[in-house]
């Protein structure tokens, strides 16, 4: 089936410092988006990237999607203590619109 | 305007009972999809529903689960005869429409936790 790599699977940071985290696949994959999942919440939708090369920013995140198609990036510029969370990353097939989920990057933060 | 709404948040149910899960979507929103999230793993998707229809159950167990999402009421996903391996977080997300792009991802609500004793 289809999977996703998602790493770092944890890490833990000063506040401050930039983050940076990414997903590999051996499929292609034609949308990208990451996601952050608060305890107890469902996820919401940090950025979207639909086209190969994509860079696209949110305030202080940045994300891109990879040439290939099969990896994306998520940066996190300045971390403060309320980026703690769970990131995950998603893609979607060109047909279809179920979403493929990482295993998640758990992100905590050091004020 | 309301977001996706899910009920009840917290489901506890012994072995062998039944687990309704409901998932009102967003005003306007006639898609809807479940997701399972198993502790400390992502979301891994089960179907796919329009009003009416099933589109895409690809990620549905063959014997026990069932999805329906009717012209009038929630979407309502149903776990028969409940077991230890069912515990899990069960989120729904709603979009307007069944193609994608900027505006018209999914939202998701905020999940059903539900521990089968």
């Known amino acids: 089936g289809q999977q996703l790599n998602q790493s770092p699977q944890s890490m833990f940071i000063q506040e401050g410092e930039d983050v940076s985290m990414n997903c590999t696949s051996s499929?292609?994959?034609?949308?990208w988006l990451w996601y952050k999942q608060d305890p107890g919440e469902g996820p919401v939708l940090l950025i979207a990237?639909?086209?190969?090369?994509e860079l696209t920013s949110n305030g202080r995140l940045t994300a891109q999607f990879g040439i290939t198609r099969k990896d994306s990036f998520l940066n996190i510029s300045a971390s403060i203590p309320s980026d703690v969370g769970i990131y995950f990353c998603?893609?979607?097939?060109?047909?279809?619109?179920?979403?493929?989920f990482g295993a998640g990057t758990i992100l905590r933060v050091k004020s | 305007n309301a977001g996706v709404m899910q009920n009840p948040r917290h489901l506890v149910r012994r072995r062998g009972q039944e687990a309704r899960l409901r998932c009102s979507p967003m005003k306007g929103h006639s898609h809807v999809y479940w997701y399972r999230q198993l502790p400390e793993e992502g979301l891994k998707f089960m179907v796919y529903?329009?009003?009416?229809?099933?589109?895409?159950e690809s990620g549905m167990p063959k014997e026990r689960f069932s999805a329906e999402f009717p012209k009038e009421g929630p979407s309502i996903l149903r776990i028969q005869q409940v077991v230890r391996g069912d515990s899990a977080a069960y989120f729904c997300?709603?979009?307007?429409?069944?193609?994608?792009?900027?505006?018209?991802?999914?939202?998701f609500g905020q999940g059903t936790r539900l521990t089968v004793v």
């Open positions: 990237l639909y086209k190969a090369g």
């Open positions: 499929s292609i994959f034609n949308t």
């Open positions: 997300a709603s979009s307007p429409v069944g193609y994608y792009g900027t505006n018209t991802e999914a939202f």
């Open positions: 998603a893609g979607r097939r060109e047909y279809g619109n179920k979403l493929v």
């Open positions: 529903l329009q009003k009416e229809n099933i589109i895409d």
